[in-house]
C-alpha cells in the first residue's frame, strides 16, 4: 500500500486533488497543518497536508467447500434481555467445560456461560460433534447478541459523544468529521460546549479551522437545523460524582433526537468497562464507540460489552492520527482482532 501526500490550501482543494489523482476509492489516512518553514512561513498563507492511499483490493473468496447436507433448520431464540449483575462475574462456573473456548478468548465466565447456554438452545441442547463446530457455534451465538445498528446516513443527524475523562471523545469527534468532509462532503458544525466543567479541548477548534468547519460554543437547536451532520463535543465527567452525572443528563435533554455515543477506552481492563457503561446506562445513550483499539491486542474481551451490557459498539477507532483508524464496528472485526478491509 503506497502512502501519498498532498499539500493544499483546504480540504475542498485536497478532496479535488486527491479524487484527480487517487480515485474515488481513495481512503485519508491523516490531516494535519502543512508545515512551513524558514522565512516563507511570514508570508505562506497555512494550508494542510493529507496523506491517503487506495486501499488493497478485497482479497478473492475462498474457493468453496464441499457441500454437506444441510442441517435441519432450528429456529434461533432471542437473547435473554436482562443483563446479569456485576457480583460474580469474574467467578469460575463449576462444572462448566464448554464455556472454555469462550473465556479464551476473553469473555468472563458468567457471560461466557450464557452465550454458550444460547448456543446449546439453538441446536436443541445437543452438544456439537468436535472443536470445529463448538467454535462455529460459539461465533454464531456470540454474533446473535449484536444489536444491529440503524443506517447512521438514515439516523439523526446530530451526534454527541459522552464519557469518563480522556476517553478519547474529541479524537473520535475529529476523526469522524474528517471523514465526513472528506469522504461524504457533508456540510457540518461542530458545538464545543461545556458539561459539568469547562471544556478546554482547543485542538478542536484548530482541527475545524483546519477543515473550515464552523465551532460554536453555545447549543441551539434551530442553528443545527441548518446543516446536514452537527457533532458535539462535551467534556469528561466523573462518572462517581451524583452532581456531574445529573448535570449531564440535562444536558442531554437539549439535544433531543441526537445520537448520544459514550466513549470508552478499549484498553482499560474488562472490568473497568463494564463498570463505566453501567455507570452512564441510564443516560440517553445510543451505543459505544471503542478507542485506543491501536494499545489493546485482545479484542475479543470486548465481547464482555456486547454480552454483558445493553449497548453494541457502533464504531471502533485507533491512535491519534486523524482520521486514522475509525471505522463502523463490525462482530467479524472483534472476532479477528483488527480492523478487516
Ligand atoms: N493511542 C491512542 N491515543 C488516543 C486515541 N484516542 C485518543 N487518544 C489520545 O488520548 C488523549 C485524550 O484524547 P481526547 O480525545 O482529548 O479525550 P477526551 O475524551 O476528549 O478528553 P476529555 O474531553 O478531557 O474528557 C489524547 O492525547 C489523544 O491523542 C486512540 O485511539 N489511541
Ligand atoms: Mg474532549
Not at 464455556?99 to 446449546?120: D, F
Not at 474488562?270 to 464507540?289: G, K, N, W
Request: aromatic share 8%.
Amino acid at each position: 500500500m503506497q502512502v501519498h501526500r498532498f499539500l493544499a490550501r483546504d480540504a475542498n482543494h485536497a478532496i479535488a486533488q486527491i479524487r484527480q489523482e487517487l480515485g474515488p476509492e481513495a481512503v485519508v489516512a491523516h490531516v494535519r497543518p502543512a508545515p512551513v518553514t524558514g522565512l516563507s512561513r511570514l508570508w505562506r498563507r497555512p494550508g494542510i497536508e493529507v496523506l491517503a492511499y487506495l486501499p488493497d483490493p478485497t482479497p478473492e473468496a475462498e474457493p468453496a467447500q464441499p457441500a454437506e447436507p444441510a442441517p435441519k433448520p432450528i429456529p434461533t431464540p432471542e437473547p435473554p434481555p436482562t443483563a446479569p449483575s456485576l457480583a460474580g462475574l469474574d467467578e469460575p462456573i463449576v462444572g462448566s467445560s464448554s464455556c472454555r473456548l469462550l473465556e479464551s478468548i476473553g469473555l468472563l465466565p458468567i457471560l461466557a456461560e450464557r452465550v454458550w447456554e444460547h448456543a446449546l438452545s439453538c441446536h436443541a441442547g445437543n452438544p456439537p460433534d468436535g472443536p470445529a463446530q463448538e467454535f462455529e457455534w460459539a461465533k454464531s451465538a456470540l454474533a446473535s447478541f449484536w444489536q444491529v445498528q440503524k443506517d447512521p446516513a438514515s439516523a439523526p443527524s446530530v451526534e454527541v459523544f459522552v464519557g469518563p475523562h480522556g476517553s478519547g471523545k474529541t479524537t473520535v469527534l475529529c476523526k469522524w468529521l474528517t471523514q465526513s468532509v472528506f469522504s461524504q462532503g457533508r456540510q457540518s458544525c461542530v458545538w464545543r460546549l461545556d458539561g459539568p466543567g469547562a471544556n478546554f479541548a482547543t485542538h478542536l477548534d484548530l482541527h475545524c479551522e483546519m477543515l473550515k468547519v464552523q465551532v460554536l460554543r453555545t447549543w441551539s437547536k434551530n442553528m443545527a437545523a441548518d446543516w446536514e451532520q452537527g457533532f458535539v463535543d462535551l467534556p469528561g465527567v466523573d462518572y462517581h460524582d451524583a452532581a456531574a452525572m445529573s448535570s449531564l443528563r440535562s444536558r442531554l435533554g437539549q439535544f433531543p433526537g441526537a445520537r448520544v455515543h459514550l466513549c470508552l477506552n478499549a484498553a482499560y481492563s474488562t472490568r473497568l468497562l463494564i463498570e463505566q457503561v453501567r455507570a452512564f446506562d441510564s443516560l440517553p445513550i445510543t451505543d459505544l464507540i471503542l478507542t485506543h483499539l491501536d494499545e489493546e491486542r485482545s479484542w475479543g474481551k470486548l465481547w464482555n460489552l456486547v454480552v454483558g451490557t445493553k449497548f453494541t459498539p457502533s464504531f471502533l477507532a485507533a491512535g491519534q492520527n486523524i482520521p486514522g483508524d475509525f471505522r463502523p464496528a463490525t462482530p467479524e472485526q472483534l472476532f479477528r482482532g483488527r480492523f478487516s478491509l
